[in-house]
Nanobody, 112 residues
Framework: QVQLMESGGGLVQAGGSLRLSCAASRSIFSINPMRWYRHAPGKQHELVAHITSAGSTNYADSAKGRFTVSRDNAKNTVYLQMNSLKPEDTAVYYC??????WGRGTQVTVSS
């Protein structure tokens, strides 16, 4: 079992950047994959980014070229660097481990 805690959300103007962090309660070295999802009001849960234990990444079309997912196994932490943010990126962002464990989410609000 693993507990996850997201942080780094907040209010930012369009075009700005945020870096989200997902801290795990134990080693993530073997956890495969680690994922970031988001949920906006009135919309479906969306898989934003995915990183495997080998470091392979994949992104939703809406995130490609703007978001970067990374992991620091030594710190048991996964990151989501978000640049060129748009109002449509406004959502609660969740970290997911091993397709099983979820954090409580962190709110990202992008103003126009």
């Amino acid at each position: 079992q693993v507990q996850l805690m997201e942080s780094g959300g907040g209010l930012v103007q369009a075009g700005g950047s945020l870096r989200l962090s997902c801290a795990a309660s134990r080693s993530i070295f073997s956890i495969n994959p680690m994922r970031w999802y988001r949920h906006a009001p009135g919309k479906q849960h969306e898989l934003v980014a995915h990183i495997t234990s080998a470091g392979s990444t994949n992104y939703a079309d809406s995130a490609k070229g703007r978001f970067t997912v990374s992991r620091d196994n030594a710190k048991n932490t996964v990151y989501l660097q978000m640049n060129s943010l748009k109002p449509e990126d406004t959502a609660v962002y969740y970290c997911n481990a091993d397709c099983t464990y979820w954090g409580r989410g962190t709110q990202v609000t992008v103003s126009s």
